[in-house]
């Protein structure tokens, strides 16, 4: 059974990094378009990077409130798609999903579990 599993999420306080972590069961990553989608209490769910698969140059997308402190990167060796963040701000809290598609921007195909990012003020 395909799935994707997430993990690294904490609780930080502004201004820290994290990196999260997205390892692909079942399923190679590297053929799939792979987002990391966040959503906060009440707030709907939003696109926070994604990473195309080999077909497309492995190209990156990110959200603009992310531009510039957000990474997001391949190891394919180990089947894993990251989220380096830095600088982080309140606002960047929610749970982390991590899901898998055949590019960026078409419906994703698999979605993780999640994983829980609180940062503090």
């Known amino acids: 059974q395909s799935r994707l599993v997430e993990s690294g999420g904490s609780m930080v306080q502004a201004g820290d990094s994290l990196e999260l972590s997205c390892a692909g069961a079942?399923?190679?990553?590297?053929?799939?378009?792979i987002a990391w989608f966040r959503q906060a209490p009440g707030r709907a769910r939003e696109e926070v990077s994604c990473?195309?698969?080999?077909?497309?140059?492995?190209?990156?997308t990110y959200a603009n409130s992310v531009k510039g402190r957000f990474t997001i990167s391949r190891d394919n060796a180990n089947n894993k798609v990251y989220l380096q963040m830095n600088n982080l701000k309140p606002e960047d809290t929610g749970t982390y999903y991590c899901?898998?598609?055949?590019?960026?921007?078409?419906?994703?195909?698999?979605w993780g579990k999640g994983t829980l990012v609180t940062v503090s003020s």
């Open positions: 990473v195309n698969p080999y077909i497309k140059d492995f190209t990156t």
């Open positions: 899901a898998a598609g055949p590019y960026c921007g078409y419906d994703m195909s698999y």
């Open positions: 079942g399923l190679s990553v590297d053929m799939y378009g």
